[in-house]
Each structure stands twice: as structure tokens, then as C-alpha cells.
Antibody, heavy 122, light 107 residues
Framework: QVQLVESGGGLVKPGGSLRLSCAAS????????MSWIRQAPGKGLEWVSY????????YYAESVKGRFTTSRDNAKNSLYLQMNSLRAEDTAVYYC???????????????WGQGTLVTAST | DIQMTQSPSSLSASVGDRVTITCRAG??????LNWYQQKPGKAPKLLIY???SLQSGVPSRFSGSGSGTDFSLTISSLQPEDFATYYC?????????FGQGTRLEIK
């Protein structure tokens, strides 16, 4: 069955960096666009980034552009989010998610991980 | 960016009730609209994609309709496990945007 497991969250000071990972299993990882989506405590969902199947095309929310970088390693079935210059407003649970349809994006987020909490605070 | 507005923000209903949640897009998104259910402490779950298609494994009491700018999610007969927060999301273009959520509570 499809599994997505995030890791790497934690407490970091504003201005600091953190790298999140998402380990995928149960499907052909290289066939699917992947995303990061976050949810601040008690708030709604905010899409963060998309990455294409081969990792050559990335799309970002304006709120993280220039600070966050999404990458993937298809040989390791893993998705990453490098977060630099973290701000208090980046505090959230970060989910990785798989698109519903292989080879396409913007098809709906069919599978989600359990999330990992990032807290940017002094 | 395409703004997504859900109504109501919260809703109280009883088991067995029929409920409808609406979602309005700031511009036409054809049928590129998805619905998710989220329970406390859990990841969201895809219920409906492309405005009206039921995701595999989702009970048939959930249905979606609409196109263009106006969409709705209907639960035909509320079950205890349906009390949760529901989000719409446009997949017409990036940046992907979500509605603010509708919290469905037990009356």
C-alpha cells in the first residue's frame, strides 16, 4: 500500500535552516509529481511546492520562494524540502503528498503522509 | 492567485442529516476542484476530485457538483465518522489554493 513518511521536523531559531525528508513506498515513486503542503497550528492548509517526476521542474508558493527548495531522489524513493531563513510564520505541520494520477500534476492530492512539525521560535 | 471561499465556516448537524458545503472560486476553474476531509491530528483525505468524481474507497453518501466558479459538497446522510473539517482545493493552476475550511460539528 502507498506510504509516505515525513521526518526531519523540529525546533529551529528564526533565521535557521532545516531539511525535511519524505520516504515513499508502495508505488513507483518516479512516476508521480509530489508536493509539500503545510498547516499552521489551528489553521487551514497551504500548498508549499510541487516537483515534477524527474525533478527538473519545481513550483513554489510566493511565501516560500527563494527560501525553500524542493528536490527528490528517485533512486532512494525520497522527497526533500530544504528550508532556509526560517520565520516564525513558517511554523506548521508539513505534509508530503502524492498526486492522484501518474505522470500528471494538478490532479488532486491522493495520498498524504502523517506530517512533521516544524517550529521556528526563540 | 485564485481565491477559494467556502461557506459556511462552521456547521452543526445531526446524524442522518443531509448537509451541503459550498465553495466559490475567484475565477473560472472549469471542473478542477477537489474536496478533502480532515480529522483532528490526521492528514487530509481526498474525497472528491474533478468536482464530481468519487475517490476510490469513499462512501457514496459523499457527492460533489459544480463547474466554473461555484461548487458544492453534499453528504446525503451524516454518519458519526463524518464530523470533521472539509476543504476545497483548486487544481486549475499554480499556486494551488485551498478554501479556509468548513468545520462540521455534532448538534
Amino acid at each position: 500500500q502507498v506510504q509516505l513518511v515525513e521526518s526531519g521536523g523540529g525546533l529551529v531559531k528564526p533565521g535557521g535552516s532545516l531539511r525535511l525528508s519524505c520516504a515513499a513506498s508502495g508505488f513507483t515513486f518516479s512516476d508521480y509529481y509530489m508536493s509539500w503542503i503545510r498547516q499552521a497550528p489551528g489553521k487551514g492548509l497551504e500548498w508549499v511546492s510541487y516537483i515534477s517526476t524527474g525533478g527538473t521542474a519545481m513550483y513554489y508558493a510566493e511565501s516560500v520562494k527563494g527560501r525553500f527548495t524542493t528536490s527528490r531522489d528517485n533512486a532512494k524513493n525520497s522527497l526533500y524540502l530544504q528550508m532556509n531563513s526560517l520565520r516564525a510564520e513558517d511554523t506548521a505541520v508539513y505534509y508530503c503528498a502524492r498526486d492522484r494520477v501518474s505522470g500528471s500534476f494538478l490532479t488532486g492530492f491522493g495520498y498524504w503522509g502523517q506530517g512533521t512539525l516544524v517550529t521556528a521560535s526563540t | 492567485d485564485i481565491q477559494m471561499t467556502q461557506s459556511p465556516s462552521s456547521l452543526s448537524a445531526s446524524v442522518g442529516d443531509r448537509v451541503t458545503i459550498t465553495c466559490r472560486a475567484g475565477q473560472s476553474i472549469t471542473k478542477s476542484l477537489n474536496w478533502y476531509q480532515q480529522k483532528p491530528g490526521k492528514a487530509p483525505k481526498l474525497l472528491i476530485y474533478a468536482a464530481s468524481s468519487l475517490q476510490s474507497g469513499v462512501p457514496s453518501r459523499f457527492s460533489g457538483s459544480g463547474s466554473g466558479t461555484d461548487f458544492s459538497l453534499t453528504i446525503s446522510s451524516l454518519q458519526p465518522e463524518d464530523f470533521a473539517t472539509y476543504y476545497c482545493q483548486q487544481s486549475y493552476n499554480t499556486p494551488v489554493t485551498f478554501g479556509q475550511g468548513t468545520r462540521l460539528e455534532i448538534k
